[in-house]
């Protein structure tokens, strides 16, 4: 069994299951990733790389595609892409600029490599704030805001959307950085509360 196909078989265990689960989906590489700049709030193209990675995704999303409960990305052309070519289809998929990456405000464009201490010593730290733009508190509160809004009933409900957004629902659970381009998260909410209960698994994409 390959990954894409151990994937497939830990999403159909999840709805063929009683949970109400959010998975959380990293579009592929960007031109950003690739220069490590922080493009947040800025359209940045995918790479060839990130527009393959998104294409193998369909391995396990396409023939899944009409049983989520519901799939929603990020309006930024890199995570509706993404999106798209891992559902074989636009059609379903809901769009919402709520679903953006972390707007890094001043930092936007900056460089985050160790050479740039001052920026990359606390960006992933609860202390980081973003000059003239989010911190990772506002980010999480904006997106669950929005899923709140849509969730209705018991389901798994994809959501193709940014690497430090993902980082924003994820650093409870001990994670230090951002997950890799086109991994998954997969997170159960309590369906009263509507409230992040436990991680249910992380997949990675598989490098070349």
């Given amino acids: 069994m390959d990954k894409f196909e151990f994937l497939k078989v830990e999403i159909e265990k999840i709805l063929d299951s009683d949970k109400t689960v959010l998975i959380f989906i990293r579009h592929g590489e960007t031109e950003a990733n690739f220069t490590k700049q922080l493009s947040g709030w800025h359209d940045v193209k995918l790479t060839e790389l990130g527009l393959n990675e998104g294409k193998q995704l369909s391995k396990a999303f396409q023939p899944l595609r009409d049983r989520f409960a519901g799939i929603y990305c990020s309006d930024l052309s890199r995570a509706r892409l993404t999106a798209e070519l891992a559902l074989g289809s ?13 707007n890094f405000g001043d930092h936007q464009n900056k460089v985050y490599s160790e050479d740039n201490k ?7 730290t609860e202390k980081y704030q973003a000059p003239n733009g989010e911190n990772w508190n506002d980010v ?4 669950m805001k929005y899923l709140r809004s849509q969730i209705h009933s018991k389901g798994v ?37 509507l409230e992040i209960m436990n991680q249910l698994f992380y997949w990675e994409f598989p490098t070349q």
Avoid: P, V, W
């Fill in 118 to 124: 001052s920026i990359y010593e606390i960006l992933f």
């Fill in 140 to 143: 999480r509160n904006r997106i």
């Fill in 90 to 102: 636009g059609n379903k998929i809901q769009q919402s600029m709520e679903l953006r990456e972390l």
């Fill in 157 to 193: 409900y994809l959501i193709f959307t940014h690497g430090r957004a993902i980082f924003s629902m994820t650093h409870q659970f001990g994670y230090k950085n951002t997950i890799k381009n086109c991994s998954c998260i997969g997170l159960e909410l309590d369906i009263n509360t």
